[in-house]
C-alpha cells in the first residue's frame, strides 16, 4: 500500500522524466565545430558523441536530416588544409585503435544504417555518390584500393 508521500513523490518522479526527455527531444541537436571537435581529447569526443547520438535518436528524422545536412556543410567550409589536417588527425586516432575497437566501430555503424528508414538509407546513397563524384580520378583509384584490401 502506497502512503500519500509515496504517491506524490513517484508522480513528480514521473513529471520531471517526462520534463526532462521533452527538453532533450525539444532541442535542436547542435553540430559540434570541427575545430572545436579536433581540440577534445578522444575520451570528452567519445562523451560528446554519446550525447550526440542520443539527442539524434530522439529527433525527428527532419532533424536528423537537418543535422547532417548542416555538418556537411560546415565540413565543406573548412579551407583545405583544415580539412586535410582534420583527415589527418581521424586517421591517427583510427590506427591507434585496436583490431576490437575497429570492429565495435564498424558494427555500430552497421547497426546505424540497418536502424535508417528506407529513404534516410537512399539519402545516404545519394550523398556518398554526391561525394564519390567530387574525388579526382587519383582520390577514386586510392580510395578503391584501399577498400578493396581486407
Known amino acids: 500500500m502506497k502512503t500519500p508521500l509515496c504517491s506524490r513523490l513517484c508522480r513528480w518522479v514521473a513529471t520531471s522524466v517526462l ?3 521533452a527538453t532533450v ?3 535542436p541537436v547542435a553540430v559540434p565545430d570541427a575545430q572545436d571537435w579536433a581540440r577534445l581529447t578522444p575520451q570528452q ?3 560528446r ?3 550526440i547520438k542520443l539527442q539524434l535518436k530522439l529527433a525527428s528524422p527532419e532533424e536528423r536530416k537537418a543535422f547532417r545536412q548542416q555538418l556537411r556543410q560546415q565540413l565543406e567550409a573548412l579551407s ?3 580539412r586535410q589536417a582534420l583527415i589527418e ?3 591517427q586516432r583510427w590506427q591507434a585503435l585496436t583490431p576490437e575497437e575497429k ?3 564498424a558494427d555500430e555503424r552497421r547497426e546505424q544504417v540497418r536502424a535508417m528508414t528506407p529513404a534516410e538509407r537512399r539519402e545516404l546513397l545519394r550523398q556518398r555518390r554526391e561525394m564519390l563524384d567530387k574525388l579526382s580520378p587519383k582520390e577514386r583509384r586510392a580510395l578503391r584500393e584501399k577498400l578493396s584490401t581486407p
Open 25 to 27: 527531444q525539444a532541442a
Open 45 to 47: 569526443q567519445a562523451a
Open 103 to 105: 570492429r565495435r566501430f
Open 80 to 82: 583545405p588544409s583544415e
Open 49 to 51: 558523441q554519446a550525447e
Open 19 to 21: 520534463l526532462v526527455c
Open 89 to 91: 588527425q581521424t586517421r
